[in-house]
């Protein structure tokens, strides 16, 4: 079936440091791919989505091109903040978008 | 406009009991999913609910019900509750247009606690 598999975190970075969360994926057919990002204590909020190949979804700082050749989606910051601390969660949809399928979360650190 | 709204915020209950958990989707919104997610992990889909019919459920038991109403609100309903079922429970809410939804988007989500 459908899966996402992300880099293991908990993810330590120096403020104005340069992120790279991994995101992999399997999937039938051609899936949407999106980032979610949680705060403490907080429902998800969408970052990011990309529904085709070589889209590249960007917001905030944060990009994500859909690589499908790699079958990634990979997230990137070129300047992380302290408030950037959070969860990232990578998901997919296929088969018109009913149902999220999510990685397990990379857990992002800031420190000033 | 207001977001995803969901209620209660927090929920104690104990095994074997019932609970019911609420959820009201962003205005114009038709369809709406429940996630579970338990403490350090992704979401996992629950069910999918559009125009009032259900359109996808997910590896749960029968245990977990739900269903949507003419204003497109939606209850979850979990009986004879494990000490598993605690977690976050996530309702989110998406735009559709004949088969295919929108990104969707998540309220704040119900802590439910078994003991």
């Known amino acids: 079936g459908d899966s996402v598999t992300q880099m293991e975190g908990p993810v330590t970075l120096s403020e104005e440091a340069f992120l790279t969360i991994n995101c992999t994926y399997t999937?039938?057919?051609?899936?949407?791919l999106f980032w979610y990002v949680q705060y403490p204590g907080e429902g998800l909020q969408l970052l990011l989505k990309?529904?085709?190949?070589?889209d590249k979804g960007s917001n905030k700082g944060f990009e994500a091109t859909y690589r499908k050749e790699t079958t990634s989606f990979h997230l990137e910051k070129g300047s992380v903040q302290v408030s950037d601390s959070a969860v990232y969660f990578c998901?997919?949809?296929?088969?018109?978008?009913?149902?999220?399928?999510f990685g397990q979360g990379t857990e992002l650190s800031v420190k000033p | 406009d207001a977001g995803v709204t969901q209620s209660p915020t927090h929920l104690i209950k104990t095994r074997g009991q019932q609970v019911t958990l609420r959820c009201s989707p962003i205005?114009?919104?038709?369809?709406v999913s429940w996630y579970q997610q338990v403490l350090g992990q992704g979401p996992q889909f629950i069910f999918q609910?559009?125009?009032?019919?259900?359109?996808g459920r997910g590896n749960f038991p029968d245990r977990f019900s739900a269903r949507q109403f003419p204003n497109y609100s939606s209850e979850l309903n979990v009986n004879a509750l494990l000490l598993g079922d605690s977690a976050l429970y996530l309702c989110?809410?998406?735009?559709?247009?004949?088969?295919?939804?929108?990104?969707?988007?998540f309220g704040p989500g119900t802590r439910l606690t078994v003991t």
């Open positions: 989110a809410s998406s735009s559709q247009t004949g088969t295919v939804i929108y990104e969707q988007y």
């Open positions: 999937a039938t057919g051609y899936p949407s």
């Open positions: 990309a529904t085709k190949a070589d």
């Open positions: 998901a997919l949809t296929s088969r018109g978008g009913g149902k999220l399928i």
């Open positions: 205005s114009g919104h038709k369809s």
């Open positions: 609910y559009y125009e009032k019919e259900e359109r």
